[in-house]
């Protein structure tokens, strides 16, 4: 009998539940991918997330083809597409791993009873989490809001199950049957037609080889110390495996069993890597429980805060790193051309755009959205609504983060900062961190570089503080 593997985000074979179903039951598998973004609601993937994902696509096909399968591409309605697949192959059997966005958990559920009540044995599985967000709550049986409870909690519930490995060769159906082959790849048109993605493959290689060989290169060589170095953006002191773990491209469980073998490793930087999936899995737990979070706030609180009217030329100017401060222009400059930014300039530049500029938090997510190869509904809403205030466990609005402080406390010998703008590069520190107050010398050394930030840093904390207290004392 054959079964249906349909591959979403979880585009690899090693410890893939959903084909592991199909093989342990008996079945021969039948690779799918059904491309449908307009089934994802208002967060159709974005375009560096296509890029990557048109890449991925290619590295299963490949590692699939190697092991004596395929993987077979179409284009949307999902389920109209899984009906006619069962009925060319006369398959038993459609399994899948879950996502946790709210339209595609609502779309799945509908598939999954419609398939059911055609006879078929519809499953899906956890492929993407440690825990599912149903399966830890508080002793009042609510869904958390806190951290540090929540992964006290998961820490304390924590089952590592062994990793499965994918077997060396995979039946594929004969050709008795008489299945469509699929479109080619390209025909999904994910991949950019101009190659202004050529930056993110000098850091990045989509695909399960190239998620294990980035988890390798931190293991060897940044586990140790990474409880402080990770928040040094100058160094590549992190794993890099977000756009992985997004695209499913390894497990996280795969991720934590190599962690454990590690036995080298220093047990605090080991626990600290392990709390960082911690938040990518309260992220999840969040949005579950929480499926409007994506477009308006957790915290009601802020249902009528007064944002600054949403300026195109401010925006702009933050977009694609022209607001005048370096750490930030550097941050959103390292993402517009690798696809990814480092994690504390993520909340660097979060916060300048919801606090000094108070621009709603949803115009920065959108840009991230459309430009992060890691863009995930989960991760991207909390660390938003975290940076801006307004979401579980967040930063109190009150707290911002000032940028200068923060250049000279994380890059301090400005090397972050040249190296995204290189035109800074010749302007000596610490003037590099707030060049605007040297006007002359940044005029001569640094002519193209914006000569005044977008507003004075201590006039928008300020105006910023003003709207907080009107909205927290309304
Ligand atoms: P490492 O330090 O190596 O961490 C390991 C893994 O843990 C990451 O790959 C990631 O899966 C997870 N992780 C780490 N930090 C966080 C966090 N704060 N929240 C959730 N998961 C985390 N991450 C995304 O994956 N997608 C996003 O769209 C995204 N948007 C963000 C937006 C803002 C405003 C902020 C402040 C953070 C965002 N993050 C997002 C979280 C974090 O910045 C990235 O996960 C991290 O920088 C990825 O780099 P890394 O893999 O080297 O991290």
Redesign the pocket.
Known sequence: PIALVWFRDDLRLDDQPALRAAIDGGYVPLPVYVHAPDEEGSWAPGAASNAWRHRSLAALDRQLRERGSRLRVFAGPSLSILQALVAFSGAQAVFWTRRYAPAIEQRDTMIKRTLRRQGLRAESFNGALLFEPWDLATQQGDPYRVFTPFWKAAVQAWRTPRPWDAPVRIAAPDDGHAIPDGLPLEALRLAPARPWDAGFWQRFTPGGQGARAALDA?LDEAIEG?ATA?DVPARR??????????FGEIS?QR?VDRLRARSDAPPGDVAH?LR?????E??HHLLHHFPHTPDSNLNPRFQDFDWAPADEARLDAWRHGRTGVPIVDAGMRELYATG????RV??I??SYLCKHLRMH?RH??RW??DT?V???????????Q??AGTGADAAPYFRMFNPVTQARSFDPDGRYIARWLPELAGIPLPLRFAPWTDPRTLAALAPDYPRQPLVDLAAGREAALAAYRACASS
Do not use: C, I, K
């Open positions: 931190f990474y990770r002191a992190t794993s890099r495996l977000s756009p992985h773990l997004h996280v991720v890597y960082e999936l911690g938040w990518r309260f992220a990814w930014m480092h994690n993520r909340m530049v979060a938090w920065g997510a991230f959205w992060l890691d863009a995930d509904l989960a991760n991207n809403t909390q660390g938003w975290w940076t």
